[in-house]
């Protein structure tokens, strides 16, 4: 007896926590920056997004559930252009190609993910959940893709997500071509590079944030002055910074501009009319509490500790090296003990890079 063929795969993709921050679009419907960005990929369980895709002739429409509830895959969204993208692949680099291939771009697909920790919070659910769509599409495909490839469809989902197709150190080059053909991922280094690098994510509130990434940055980019002196004056200089700090395993570097780049990201969320304000007062506490331990530290010529990073919520993320993680959990834990609603969990989470997990 023959049964039909199951074409199904699965795939999982770590977040990423950007320390040059993307914050504005060109183009918005390709999804092309402002400004390049570079970003960590956490290599760990606890914040991750895993994705099942199966394609069936007998599936009347595509479908997606995200955490069980069914979104509605609209005309025009982003969902629709990434699924679309993928299929166009899958024809052009396997069906056109080898005539022997299921056509399998010509079936609907079903597709479920979940994230393991909350969605819209400003934990990066975006950058996870397109990087594993387009990662189990991928694999369910049988793309001889690169995930510099990849990152180019996963970044018409979410920008951020362009960047969790790699591991490690990873940088969003902004690129110049209207079609968006050169606006991709590439890696800086692997997380092998440089193991010593750590990163501890406080959850300050894991509740939806009121204005989403999406809107917040369009908002800004018609209002800001101050994004116009960023994305011409500031980020070029960062980008080639950072990069030099992560190749040179410079702490210091990292840490100063790390730092530098969350505050004025957040002073360009301010500089927005009317105005965006993603921390809280526990955030600009943790900010104080880093501020005064770098400056005992550097008093006593010991160089930076810490390098706090908020993305587009109240959530810190703090950059530290092996040796000093410990006491960097502790010394937040002491001040921010673990209460509901105020400060509910830091977890101590090994970052780093990740390759993007894929099983059939
Ligand atoms: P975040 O700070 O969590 O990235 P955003 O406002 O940027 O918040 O994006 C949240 C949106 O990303 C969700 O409303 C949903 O549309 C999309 N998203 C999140 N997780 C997934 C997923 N696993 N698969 C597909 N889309 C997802
Ligand atoms: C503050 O990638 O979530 O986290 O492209 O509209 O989906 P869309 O926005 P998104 O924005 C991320 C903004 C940020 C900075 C960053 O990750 O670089
Ligand atoms: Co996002």
Redo the contacts with the bound molecule.
């Keep these: 007896m023959s049964s039909a063929p199951i074409y199904e795969a699965t795939a999982s993709a770590p977040v990423n926590i950007a320390v040059i921050k993307y914050w504005g679009k060109r183009d918005t419907k390709l999804i092309l920056p402002t400004n390049s960005s570079l970003s960590v990929t956490l290599d760990q369980d606890h914040l991750r997004s895993t994705t099942t895709s199966r394609a069936d002739p007998s599936f009347e429409a595509d479908r997606l559930w995200l955490n069980g509830k069914e979104d509605q895959i609209t005309a025009g969204s982003r969902l629709e252009t990434c699924i679309k993208e993928m299929k166009r692949l899958r024809k052009e680099t396997v069906e056109d190609v080898d005539a022997s291939a299921p056509k399998l771009s010509t079936y609907k697909v079903h597709i479920a993910s979940y994230n393991n920790f909350p969605t819209a919070a400003g934990l990066?659910?975006?950058?996870s959940g397109f990087a594993a769509l387009v990662a189990s599409l991928a694999h369910l495909y049988a793309l001889p893709a690169s995930p510099s490839t990849l990152s180019l469809i996963a970044r018409q989902g979410?920008g951020?997500a362009c960047r969790s197709l790699f591991g490690g150190f990873v940088a969003w080059q902004m690129g110049s071509d209207p079609s968006g053909s050169d606006s991709l991922a590439v890696e800086v280094a692997p997380q092998s590079h440089w193991p010593q690098m750590h990163a501890l994510i406080c959850v300050v509130n894991d509740a939806k944030k009121g204005t989403s990434?999406t809107s917040g940055m369009q908002r800004t980019v018609e209002t800001s002055p101050l994004l116009q002196h960023r994305i011409a004056h500031v980020v070029p200089a960062r980008m080639a910074d950072i990069s030099t700090a992560i190749l040179a395993r410079d702490f210091d570097a990292f840490a100063r501009i790390t730092m530098a780049d969350s505050n004025q990201f957040h002073a360009v969320a301010l500089d927005t009319e009317p105005p965006i304000f993603y921390m809280n007062d526990v955030s600009r506490a943790i900010i104080a509490l880093v501020v005064e331990y770098n400056r005992i530290s550097l008093a006593q010529g010991k160089g930076y500790k810490a390098a706090y990073t908020y993305d587009?919520g109240p959530n810190a993320v703090i950059y530290a090296l092996e040796e000093n993680v410990r006491e960097v959990a502790q010394l937040i834990l002491s001040y921010f003990p673990q209460t509901p609603g105020e400060f509910k969990d830091v977890l101590g989470i090994f970052s780093g890079a990740a390759d993007v997990n894929a099983e059939a």
């Design positions: 990066a659910s975006s950058a979410s951020s990434s587009a």
